[in-house]
């Protein structure tokens, strides 16, 4: 899995647990929906580190708990 599909996913299953749709995430993250739906859909393969954070931000946890998944620990090596 790379770092986007990482994401994305982490994105995902986090909406699902906190029962957000991508318009809620909007509102409390201050991020506009369409950079969401980017995010999501794969125009936006390089969300920016403050984009991550405001999302973090709106979902209620730290970037830290974004990141600290087996998701994300189990990435392969992206240079080879």
Do not use: W
Not at 27 to 34: K, M
């Amino acid at each position: 899995m790379d770092v986007y599909t990482a994401t994305k996913n982490r994105l995902l299953i986090l909406c699902a647990e906190k029962h957000m749709t991508i318009n809620h995430l909007s509102y409390e993250s201050a991020v506009p929906p369409t950079t969401i739906k980017n995010i999501l859909y794969g125009k936006s393969k390089n969300p920016g580190i403050a984009t991550i954070k405001k999302l973090c931000d709106g979902l209620g946890i730290t970037i830290t708990e974004f990141f600290d998944t087996d998701i994300f620990r189990n990435l392969e090596q992206e240079i080879k």
